[in-house]
Structure formats: structure tokens, C-alpha cells
């Protein structure tokens, strides 16, 4: 069984910077993909980045290239997500997702690829 566990969430305003972290309890963390997804309220859950196992990989939603940055610490058996220029419409419930299907191979943006989830945590950007 993974559990995963988010920090870092909280309150900032629009052009602040905030660093996302998830600890994983997984022995063979450095082979499986990680991910984050976020969720505003009254809307779906979206995907925001990933990264790959063994190759570290990174993808990222078309609308935050540039503003998140994804990385891992396999030795940590942490994911980090860097967000900086952050705005309103940024506010949201982060997840930290992770899933194992072999060696590290990405499984795609989709939240339903993804076995393993963390509690979330709150992000909110005022104006």
C-alpha cells in the first residue's frame, strides 16, 4: 500500500511564489511515475504535472509551462511542485497522485491512471 502525504499549501497572494512537497511511503519510490492534479471548487479534477520514474520525464498542463516546475528526490521519496508567478485562478485543492505500471513509464494525464492519492492540500491566491 502507497500512502502519500502533501504539504506546503496555504495562503498567498497573486504574483507570490509557493513549493508544494509529497513524501511517499513506497520502497521502490524511484519506479514509480508521480503526479499532481488540482481541484477548484465546482469544477473536475485537472491534471497540472508529472514526472516519470528512472528517466525523470517532466510534463506539464499546456496553461502552466513556465510558472510550475516539477522535480523528485528519489533518496526522499518526495515529489516537489514549484509554483511561482501564482494566480487566482490557481486556488485549488493540490493532489499529489502516483502509479506503478513498470519501470517508470508515464501513464498519461488522466486522474483514473492513477492507483495512489494523497489527502490534497489547500492552495488559495488572493487578488
Not at 2 to 26: I, P, Y
Request: overall charge positive; glycine content about 12%; proline content about 3%.
Amino acid at each position: 500500500q502507497v500512502q502519500l502525504v502533501e504539504s506546503g499549501g496555504g495562503l498567498v497572494q497573486a504574483g507570490d511564489s509557493l513549493s508544494l512537497s509529497c513524501t511517499a511511503s513506497v520502497r521502490t519510490f524511484s519506479t514509480y511515475v508521480m503526479a499532481w492534479f488540482r481541484q477548484a471548487p465546482g469544477k473536475e479534477r485537472e491534471f497540472v504535472s508529472g514526472i516519470s520514474g528512472s528517466s525523470g520525464r517532466t510534463r506539464y498542463a499546456d496553461s502552466l509551462k513556465g510558472r510550475f516546475t516539477i522535480s523528485r528526490d528519489d533518496a526522499k521519496k518526495t515529489v516537489n511542485l514549484q509554483m511561482n508567478s501564482l494566480k487566482p485562478e490557481d486556488t485549488a485543492i493540490y493532489y499529489c497522485a502516483a502509479d506503478w505500471v513498470g519501470a517508470g513509464t508515464w501513464v498519461g494525464p488522466a486522474p483514473s491512471a492513477y492507483k495512489y492519492w494523497g489527502q490534497g492540500t489547500q492552495v488559495t491566491v488572493s487578488s
